[in-house]
Structures are given as C-alpha cells and as structure tokens.
C-alpha cells in the first residue's frame, strides 16, 4: 500500500496471452504523474520487469491524453508531497534514483514495450514514453520535454533516451527551448514510429503487438540488449550482440524456425 491509499489503483496491468497492458488510469487529471502512480509503476516493474512470458507491452493512458506530466502537488512541493511508503528515510538522492526506476524498467525488459500516445506526453509523460522501445503516436498528439519552463529539467531518463533518438545536438536543444512537438514533427524526427488517426491508434499499437509477440523471443530480447550495451561503446555492443547469437544458435526456436519454413508454416516459438 502507498502513503496515499490502496483504492482505487491508478495504473492498471492487464494481460492477454503473451501481451501485457499497462495503462495510467487519471484521465480526468490528464494522466498527471503522482508519487501514488510511480509507486504503482514501480510495483508493477518488480512483479514483471524480467517476465520472460510477456512477448509484447503495452503503455497507455486512459481518456484524451497519454499524460500530461506531473501533478501540481509533485511540481510545487516534490519531497513534501505526499511519497509512497518505498520512498521514506531514503535520502534525496536515493529517492530520486528510485523514482526513476519507475519509467527505467521498462528499458531493461527482455520483451519489447510500445507506447500509445493521444493526447498530450509532455514532460514526465513524455518521458514516460521515451522509455519504451516504440511509441505509435496519434495524429492529435502535442509532445515535449518542458521542465526547463519550472526551472527544472528531465530527471527521469529523457536525458538518456532523447539523445538516442534525435542526437545530442538536437536533444539538447528541444530541452533548453521546451519545445513542443505536433506528430508530423515528432515523426520526422524519429522521437515517434509512426503516426496515425486518432481512432485508429488502439488498433494499430494492438496490430504491433500481436506482430512483435510472433517474434522469436530470445532473438527480439537479445536485439534489446545488444541495442542498449552500445551506449558503452562498439566493443560492448558487439560482445553482447554475440552473446545473444550464441543463445540464439543454441536455442529450441532455431530449429522451430527451420521446421516451419520447411513445412510452410508459421513458426511457434517457445523461448527456449
């Protein structure tokens, strides 16, 4: 339980076979960032953070927009707000990196995570977003990295993973100026994956899952890390791309993806 009570949640997790969905359920706050909802964002990242059977996740925010950002009560008072129950006696520098862990699992998963954007994702929702692997935007979507208007800035990995989208040049730029970006701008810069009717975004991220979750998953998740170790350097990420390959050679779903090609079938793979 967090300091701010149980009921009702304000992140939910649902699950369909190997697609999990994960959805931040204040719309009529716009999604605003609570201590209460990282606390559930924390909670969830634990219990299946490492799930090797999710195939596919899904971030999402309920009603019109993905998030807005942080609540009034987190911007103005962040440590006297009232913080969830894993926050008390830490220091603020250890609060802060526990905080962060909130959006950074979701980074450190072996399946991929997509984000659905509607709406507003600007500042922490923004951040939010960019911690997943893809995001599909909707066409009405307005999305932007505006601490810098509070005297603040990104501290909960836009700094991380907004370089690695659009260089730190440009990176640096949208955070100094807090811009915003509209979905044609957000998709030419490469922040979003693709953009598409508003009505259609459900289907399209749902259609993407379902696509990703055929996917070897030892492969796909071998991809992620490989990906994430170049940040380390060329080295790195070649000795991780290799690790991954020789699990991969090794692996049941080698010899299933073999199977099925030579049977004109579709592959079911089983991660082993």
């Known amino acids: 339980m967090n300091a701010e009570g149980a009921t009702p949640a304000v992140v939910s997790l649902t699950r369909d076979g190997h697609i999990a969905r994960l959805r931040l359920e204040r719309p009529e706050k716009l999604n605003a960032q609570t201590h209460r909802m990282w606390f559930e964002l924390r909670q969830i990242g634990d219990a299946i953070g490492s799930d090797t059977s999710i195939r596919a996740l899904i971030v999402s925010g309920a009603g019109r927009s993905f998030s807005a950002g942080l609540d009034t009560a987190v911007l103005t008072d962040f440590f006297g707000s009232a913080a969830a129950d894993d926050l008390e006696g830490l220091d603020s520098t250890a609060m802060v990196r526990r905080v962060q862990y909130s959006f950074s699992w979701l980074a450190e998963t072996p399946y991929p995570t997509i984000a659905a954007v509607q709406g507003h994702a600007l500042g922490a929702g923004c951040q939010l977003a960019l911690a997943c692997d893809l995001r599909i935007a909707a066409d009405d979507v307005s999305m932007g990295l505006l601490e810098t208007n509070w005297g603040l800035m990104p501290d909960l990995g836009g700094t991380v993973w907004l370089p690695e989208l659009v260089g730190p040049a440009k990176a640096k730029e949208l955070m100094w100026l807090a811009e915003r970006l509209d979905a044609d701008e957000a998709l030419r810069l490469g922040v979003v994956n693709r953009v598409v009717p508003r009505a259609d975004l459900d289907s399209a991220v749902d259609e993407l ?64």
Do not use: F
């Open 209 to 272: 899952a379902l696509r990703l979750a055929a996917r070897p998953p030892l492969a796909v998740a071998a991809v992620k890390r490989a990906v994430a170790a170049n940040v380390d350097g060329i080295e790195a990420g070649l000795a991780a791309a290799g690790a991954g390959q020789l699990r991969c050679l090794a692996s049941n779903d080698l010899a299933e993806a073999g199977a099925a090609w030579l049977e004109g079938r579709a592959p079911d793979y089983t991660g082993t």
